[in-house]
């Protein structure tokens, strides 16, 4: 479990994070989704030692990383890609890290294996495309078969079967009780990986939810589009009962507040036949980008501000 406790870090006149509190638990993947800058990469550091807060705390099973006695069989991390040095080879790489953690070189096999990186092993690492050094990341993160995870960005620069291929590793991982935590700047990413979600933006939290809740939410703040033969009179018996109508553009609306079903009834009691019917549910996108608009607007008009100012 990892426990971020009203943690704070200022850099100079930046709240890079705001006294955020959140946990992440064993058995899902858990994805931290913010726009860029909201301090993701700054809370992460927190968690794993590389950050001093300037007030609150991280801790990762109940204690400050720093004082984790194994670390790498604690914690796995991914950062960063790229820390390989270029002119080695993935596997002595790898092999270098596993000898200064006392660990074997089958273990060292087998994350080659779990990275599905057998072809490239013996590959120097500076002629590895992105996605080689995401998965090099990866196997690194496992070495030590650590029960909590933490990636920074994992799936950047995966190509669609690396991402289909981290989605069933991480989901994998997470079934076997071990406590997975991503970050990413998009919903569309996490969406089909992460079972929760923690939100935040300009250093404070969104949100810390299910992703299923975040869905139902959604899908109800969904609208119908409705084509009729009438439409006027249809739009005016629907604000009549109460729902919001939109016309996009001639003959059709755009109806919320409404379910596909009631519109239909409403519609064949007033004798109007229906051409098209059909519910767009909201997307997860969408409510991410709600959620964080407020955040991203501070920031576009704290630019402006200081432009103004100058
Ligand atoms: N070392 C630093 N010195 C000064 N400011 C910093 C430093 N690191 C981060 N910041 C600032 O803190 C804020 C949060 O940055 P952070 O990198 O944590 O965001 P992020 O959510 O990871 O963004 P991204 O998705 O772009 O990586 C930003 O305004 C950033 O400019």
Same mark, same amino acid.
């Given at each position: ?147 909590? +995870?933490?990636? /920074? &960005?994992? $799936?950047?620069? #995966?190509?669609?079967?690396?991402? *289909? ?5 991480? @989901? =994998? ?31 404070? +939290?969104?949100? /810390? &939810?299910? $992703?299923?809740? #975040?869905?139902?939410?959604?899908? *109800? ?5 409705? @084509? =009729? ?40 009691? #007033? ?40």
């Amino acid at each position: 479990m990892i426990e971020v406790t009203h943690l704070s870090k200022r850099y100079g006149a930046t709240a890079a994070v705001d006294d955020l509190t959140f946990a992440v638990r064993p058995g899902a993947v858990t994805g931290f989704l913010g726009p860029n800058g909201a301090g993701k990469s700054t809370t992460i550091r927190a968690i794993v030692g590389l950050d001093r807060p300037t007030s609150g705390t991280a801790t990762v099973n109940g204690r400050r990383y720093a004082d984790l006695k194994a670390p790498l069989q604690e914690v796995g991390t991914m950062l960063d890609g790229r820390n390989a040095h270029p002119g080695r080879t993935a596997f002595g790489h790898l092999m270098g890290l596993a000898r200064t953690h006392g660990m074997r070189r089958a273990r060292v096999e087998q994350v080659i294996g779990l990275a599905g990186l057998e072809s490239v092993a013996r590959r120097r690492v500076g002629g590895f495309s992105l996605g080689m050094g995401q998965r090099l990341g990866i196997a690194a993160a496992l070495l030590g078969d650590p029960p909590t +995870l933490i990636l /920074d &960005e994992p $799936v950047n620069g #995966l190509d669609p079967d690396g991402v *289909r291929w981290i989605r069933h590793l991480l @989901r =994998a991982l997470a079934e076997e009780g071990r406590t997975v935590f991503l970050s990413s700047h998009l919903m569309s990413e996490l969406a089909e990986t992460a079972g929760r979600v923690v939100v935040i933006g300009r250093g404070k +939290l969104l949100a /810390d &939810e299910d $992703v299923a809740t #975040l869905v139902a939410e959604t899908a *109800r703040a969904g609208s119908v589009r409705v @084509r =009729a033969t009438d439409p006027g009179r249809l739009a005016q018996a629907l604000r009549t009962a109460g729902a919001a109508v939109a016309v996009p553009e001639p003959g059709t609306l755009e109806v919320a507040g409404s379910t596909a079903g009631e519109i239909g009834a409403l519609a064949s009691r #007033l004798g109007v036949t229906l051409l098209e019917l059909s519910t767009t549910s909201g997307t997860l996108e969408d409510a991410y980008l709600n959620l964080t608009a407020d955040a991203v607007q501070y920031r576009a008009s704290t630019t402006t501000d200081q432009a103004d100012a100058r």
